[in-house]
Every structure is written in C-alpha cells, then in structure tokens.
C-alpha cells in the first residue's frame, strides 16, 4: 500500500473511509493516465479528451451541488454549496488552461459537447445521490476533490516540481492551497452528517463514495483509452 489519504491519529467518518478504502485512492494514483501526468509523457490527443471531459464533467458538478442547496436545511449549508460553485467556476478552468497550453489549443478550441459514458455514469450517479439525503450527496461528491488534492500533494511532497515540466501548471494548480479549505470544510460537514445519522443512511453514504472512487478510476481510463459512443464493434 501506498501513502494513506488520512493522518495518523484522524477520526471521524471520513477518516474511516478513507483508511478503509485506501486500495481505490492507489488505484487512481496508479492508473497510466495519472502516471502519464507525473511523467509527462502522455499522448496530446489525451490531455485534449480529458480536458473536454473534464470541463463537461465540472459543468454537470456544479448542478449536483445545486440539488445540494435544495436539500440545504439552513444558510449555512447553502453558504457551503453556493462557495464551492464559485470556486469551480472561478477557478478550476486554470488547471484545463495549463493543460490546453501544452497542447497548443485554446480552452475553447478543447471543450467538447457530450459527456462520454463512464463520465455520463458518474454524473448520473452524483445525481442520483441528489435525490437521497445531503449526507449520501456529500459523500458522492467527497472522492472528486480528495483524490486530486492527495495525489497532487503525495507527487509534489517526494521530489520539487521541475518548472520545466510539460504538466507543472496542472500540478501546482491541485497542489495549491485553492480547494484546501474546501476540503476540510467538505469532511467536516460530512462527518457531522454521519454522526447523527442512523445505520441505514451511513451504509448508503459509504456506498456512495466507494462508488465515485471507482468512477474517478475510470475517468481515468476514459480518458487514457480514448472513451466515446462508438459501439464496441467500431461501426
């Protein structure tokens, strides 16, 4: 096992996830893609696929935390939703941007118009957590955030950052202190949620984010293998 996503001595709901399901934040810093952004070695018709994913992806994020605000019991919990749209609409195209650079594009030129379907199904399930409880919610949208951060910190923690290296915007971008606090403030809420909840809902919560763990996985592997509506008999 590698390094894990919580500090030693860490409690809480979230704490447990994350030591439990250690082998899925592995998996997604293992995949070939993440390799590839380590490495700088991936292919430009990659970065380009994921680029135009991603920036669907984020666009149907941003509604999931719209049904966050309608499951919102106070301003506070909307204070929460409506902070984290203007952090992903403000900000997080600057990591794309890094990337359309290297590729020699505009962030426009890169965007793309359909989801495709291992992202589709994650939007659909992100969704689908919408329409259960705020506690299932956050749970699905918890894994989007706290892999990127832990990859990004766990790369830019065993060696500098080379200025010179193809990807180094993406990389200082999630190694940055910009969704931090978002993330702590994420996990917090979350493991108050899941100390007043019954069994029941924390079991669906626990489903929910091992479920997104998978599909960061294989936003991964969209984008590595070039994922889109074609049938699998290629006609």
């Given at each position: ?29 293992e ?38 605000l ?32 290297y ?52 790369f ?9 290296h193809?990807?180094h ?42 479920t ?24």
């Amino acid at each position: 096992m590698g390094v894990l996503p919580v500090a030693p001595g860490e409690t809480g709901f979230t704490a447990e996830l994350g030591r439990r399901h250690a082998d899925l934040f592995e998996a997604f810093y293992e995949h070939p893609f993440l390799k590839g952004l380590r490495e700088g070695s991936l292919a430009r018709e990659q970065v380009l696929h994921y680029v135009g994913q991603d920036y669907q992806y984020l666009t149907a994020y941003v509604r999931c935390y719209g049904l966050g605000l309608a499951l919102s019991p106070d301003r506070e919990w909307m204070r929460f939703f409506h902070d984290g749209v203007s952090v992903i609409l403000a900000e997080e195209g600057h990591a794309h941007e890094a990337l359309c650079a290297y590729a020699g594009v505009s962030y426009e030129e890169a965007q793309a118009d359909r989801l495709a379907p291992s992202a589709q199904a994650y939007i659909n399930h992100m969704t689908a957590a919408g329409h259960d409880t705020l506690g299932v919610l956050l749970a699905a949208l918890l894994p989007c955030p706290w892999t990127y951060l832990w990859a990004a910190a766990r790369f830019t923690g065993e060696a500098p950052l080379d200025p010179d290296h193809p990807f180094h915007g993406w990389w200082s971008f999630y190694a940055g202190a910009y969704e931090s606090d978002k993330l702590a403030r994420t996990r917090e809420l979350l493991d108050r949620v899941a100390a007043e909840a019954g069994p029941a809902e924390r079991e669906r919560m626990e489903r929910a984010f091992v479920t997104s763990c998978h599909y960061e996985v294989r936003f991964w592997e969209m984008a590595w293998s070039l994922e889109d509506w074609t049938p699998p008999d290629g006609s």
